[in-house]
């Protein structure tokens, strides 16, 4: 990164900072908290990224709040209430955003959007404040446990999901009938490359680049289907896609459109942000996952989180 690209990165992190500051002053309480705490906000002031990253930022300061003992709190709104589609399981972590009060000296924000190297653990463990409300979309555990091995990681990590999340009854109703046979999961993500999904990329491929990926794609498909004797469902970003190889191929696809869930289209559809919930606990409880990348196109958390919550067998395929 250059000189200016730093400058530029850092001055954009203290505006983003400044407006938050801004933003939570405005409920000005003298109060204390009666118990140090986390409060992790999704909130849609600021761009948050998709579902795993706020399930990482999510998990990452649940396991801080843990160490030290501290309450943890889950203020998630927007662009729907995380309820909806995960309730708390052990720990009792619902906060709404009226609730979320700013004392000037034992308050502080926090604000690690696409931060990768804070070791949070040590900043909060060095501050005297009280309160400590976050924005966070990493996950830390490899600053936290240098030492772990990936296997320890994944599994501490799967302990604190399940501890804090447990699927709605509405979320549950929504994946229940879809499949009774054992399947596998095949995952892609083109993000703008194929011209149908809006994200924060802007290159688009042009036909016969995109006749060139699919095809590539294909190939790896097939492979895979030769060597399973489960049924295949296909999870991806791209609608186009999804209806080629649904066309190419005996595989299985979830009906709907795929869609970002920090809404750069302006839709708060609940069945849009519905979609991404089944395809991602449908990967959940598949028997493997494979995560395919070749080309131009993008690397992704998605299926590879499902697949550590499931605790399933995970491969990513490239070139």
């Known amino acids: ?9 850092t001055l954009s992190k203290r505006i983003k900072h400044l407006k938050l500051l801004v933003f ?17 906000c999704f909130n849609g002031l600021l761009p948050h990224g998709g579902m795993v990253d706020r399930l990482k930022g999510i998990i990452s300061f649940y396991d801080i709040a843990k160490i030290l003992d501290y309450d943890f709190f889950i203020q998630f709104d927007t662009p729907f209430k995380l309820a909806m589609f995960l309730e708390p399981n052990e ?18 924000v926090v ?10 653990l040590q900043l909060i463990q060095s501050s005297k404040a009280e309160t400590y409300i976050v924005y966070a979309n990493i996950d830390y555990s490899s600053a936290m446990y240098p030492e772990w091995t990936t296997q320890e990681k994944e599994a501490h990590w799967r302990r604190n999901f399940n501890a804090l999340f447990k699927k709605s009854a ?5 994946l229940k009938g879809i499949e009774d046979e054992k399947y596998i999961a095949l995952h892609t993500r083109f993000t703008s490359l194929m011209g149908d999904f809006k994200d924060t990329t802007t290159l688009i491929l042009d036909t016969e680049e995109r006749e060139t990926l699919m095809d590539a794609l294909r190939q790896k498909i097939t492979g895979i289907l030769e060597a399973t004797p489960f049924k295949c469902y296909v999870f991806s970003d791209s609608i186009r896609f999804l209806e080629y190889i ?21 839709n708060t559809a609940i069945a849009a942000h519905l979609k991404t919930l089944l395809d991602f606990f449908m990967i959940v409880e598949s028997e493997a996952v ?12 998605f299926s590879k989180y499902a697949a550590i919550i499931g605790n399933k067998p995970f491969k990513t395929i490239t070139n």
């Open 246 to 266: 649904k066309d190419k191929e005996p595989v299985c696809v979830l009906e709907g459109h795929p869609f970002h869930m920090d809404d750069f289209a302006g």
């Open 290 to 301: 494979y995560f395919l990348k070749c080309g131009n196109m993008y690397h992704s958390s």
């Open 91 to 108: 720990v009792p972590w619902q906060m709404n955003r009226e609730a979320i009060k700013y004392h000037p000296l034992k308050t502080k």
């Open 1 to 9: 990164m250059s000189v200016s690209q730093n400058i530029k990165r």
């Open 24 to 40: 939570h002053s405005k409920q000005l309480s003298f109060k204390s908290s009666p118990k140090k705490r986390i409060i992790i």
């Open 111 to 120: 604000y690690l959007v696409n931060d990768f190297s804070c070791n949070p």
């Open 170 to 174: 509405f979320l549950n109703h929504q």
